[in-house]
Structures are given as structure tokens and as C-alpha cells.
């Protein structure tokens, strides 16, 4: 699957990297291959830890989502 991630400049130097899908994978890096690496981790541990709680909870399901 993929995701947007949006890459900036840190004022302290090197890049913090977001995905804006994912709201709460948020990493960084010294060089913008760096951080676009670590997104990926954070990426993954959001998504384990989204279906972990979704188990907890009950029962799991998908939809689909149309958007205009």
C-alpha cells in the first residue's frame, strides 16, 4: 500500500517526515533518504498497533470509501 508523506526542513537541521494518512507516524532524519526510511518503521508500528486495538475491541471489518 502506499502513503502521502510530506517532508520538511527541521529549524535544528535534518528533515521531519509525516504521513498524512497516518497521522500519528511522525519521524525524522539527517538526510531526506534517511527520514523517508524511518517513515516506513513508523508507518509499520501505527499500523500494528491500529489492528492490535482493533482486536482488542471486537470484531474487524473492512469498507470501501468512494470519494468525490
Known amino acids: 500500500m502506499k502513503y502521502t508523506v510530506a517532508l520538511s526542513a ?4 535534518g528533515f ?3 504521513c498524512l494518512e497516518l497521522p500519528a507516524a511522525i519521524s525524522e532524519g ?3 533518504e534517511e527520514a ?3 517513515i516506513k518503521e513508523a ?3 501505527v ?3 491500529t489492528q ?3 482486536r482488542i475491541l ?3 471489518t473492512t469498507v470501501d470509501v468512494i470519494s468525490a
Do not use: C, S
Open 36 to 38: 523517508l526510511e524511518n
Open 58 to 60: 471486537g470484531e474487524v
Open 52 to 54: 492490535e486495538q482493533a
Open 30 to 32: 539527517d538526510t531526506k
Open 16 to 18: 521531519t517526515v509525516r
Open 47 to 49: 499500523l500494528e498497533v
Open 43 to 45: 508507518i509499520e508500528l
Open 10 to 13: 527541521a529549524e535544528e537541521g
